[in-house]
């Protein structure tokens, strides 16, 4: 509730913040979703990966720190990959990576939970003082019902970028996985302790699964 305050009360400065440019919002990232070959992308993702659903003409949402693979590449290539980047899965603390999607007004789902209060108010101070703030989508996750914020699913960063495409209509069984992992830490994840982030990817692991599940029924 108080990131949906922040984020409307910063709506007046902010156009593209309001309820209901949050919705078109939605809406404009659901049609670009269903528009052809997506990959979701974790943090364990590696450079051929990338490539490799380049090359296929996949589009990218990227889940917080994964964006920074995209450093990792020449400029030429880095311009195709941000071109084919629909937006970035956050809960506001994978810099400093996150920050360059910002920078190219890459749509942010942000999302608010128990401990990340102020990461998501740093970030949404800093993008809100841009000449051109990002759009955004905020997400959720509790039992309740809250208007102008979604709750797609999804535990870490990872299955909620999965989650969020399945929930905006795309087939999970046609989503591209790259970079996922519940094996080792990614090396794009975000400031964490690395004993504790094993044990969330496996209930990530277990969100994916069961995701697949439901799929192959």
Request: glycine share 8%; aromatic share 6%; proline share 4%.
């Amino acid at each position: 509730m108080m990131l949906l305050q922040n984020v409307n009360s910063l709506s007046s400065k902010v156009p593209d913040w309001t309820e209901e440019e949050r919705e078109n919002s939605i809406t404009s990232l659901q049609e670009r979703l269903l528009n052809g070959p997506i990959a979701a992308v974790g943090a364990a993702v590696n450079s051929d990966e990338i490539l490799s659903a380049l090359n296929s003409d996949h589009r990218f949402i990227f889940a917080d720190g994964s964006i920074g693979i995209i450093q990792k590449f020449e400029k030429e290539i880095r311009e195709k990959i941000w071109s084919k980047t629909l937006a970035l899965v956050t809960d506001a603390d994978g810099h400093p990576y996150i920050s360059q999607a910002a920078e190219r007004k890459i749509m942010h789902i942000l999302h608010a939970h128990g401990d990340n209060e102020e990461d998501w108010a740093k970030l949404v101070k800093e993008i809100s003082e841009m000449k051109a703030p990002p759009r955004l989508i905020l997400t959720h996750q509790t039992p309740d019902r809250i208007e102008g914020m979604l709750n797609p699913g999804g535990f870490t960063d990872g299955d909620r970028t999965i989650c969020l495409i399945g929930f905006l209509g795309v087939p999970i069984s046609q989503i591209s996985l790259l970079g996922y992992r519940s094996d080792i830490v990614g090396q794009w994840s975000g400031a964490t302790d690395p004993e504790r982030k094993l044990r969330k990817l496996i209930f990530m692991q277990e969100v994916i699964d069961r995701l697949l599940e439901g799929a192959s029924k």
